[in-house]
């Protein structure tokens, strides 16, 4: 994590793990292939999906396979590099309840991509009326679970008004791919 959240930098630092001046996929790949030279697993972060996503490992790897060194270190770093977009990348595309749910007066949707899509969250009343749309961009596959990441609705319409309390339902619009889902604004 050390070295992932230094990539790109200069300078004294100590994620510079070849002592090169410069924070890069040597360093990265390096230390992805000292995994499991100790006898003690390594550490879990919690926050690994917060820190990392899918299009930094796969940029990554093809910086790595760019200067494709022979060292048996580098290669086992390399094939962990692609083991660790396996386990990023999630199997489908699902949309996740909302957090807190009931919720006053703002919430968070967490949506997985499998593959990379246009996302646009929908907010609809209980009667079917459009009441706001988050329109998210053009994202790339990953997990969006975490605060920074998730849509968020501040429990406006699209005028800026606060909602009344009552039953809402989003739809996640992700490519071909349509989910929706049930949330309640308590007041």
Sequence with gaps: MHVATNFGRGGENAADVNSDGRVDIIDLVLVAG???????APAVYANTQTIL??????QWLNEAHKVNLVDSTFQRG??????????LT??????????PNPFNPETWIPYQLKKSAE????IYAAD???IRTLPLGYQPAG?????DRAAYWDGTNGM?????????????SAGSFNSTRKMLVIK
């Design 78 to 87: 390399t094939l962990m590099l692609e083991q660790l977009l396996i386990v």
């Design 53 to 58: 996503s899918v299009s930094d490992v796969q």
């Design 128 to 130: 079917g009326t459009l």
């Design 143 to 147: 997990i969006y679970r975490s605060r």
């Design 90 to 99: 999630p199997k489908d595309t699902a949309l996740l309840p909302n957090y």
């Design 160 to 172: 800026g008004e606060s909602v009344a309390s009552g039953v809402y339902f989003y739809t996640l």
């Design 34 to 40: 000292a995994f499991g030279d100790t006898a003690a």
């Design 119 to 122: 996302v646009t969250v929908s």
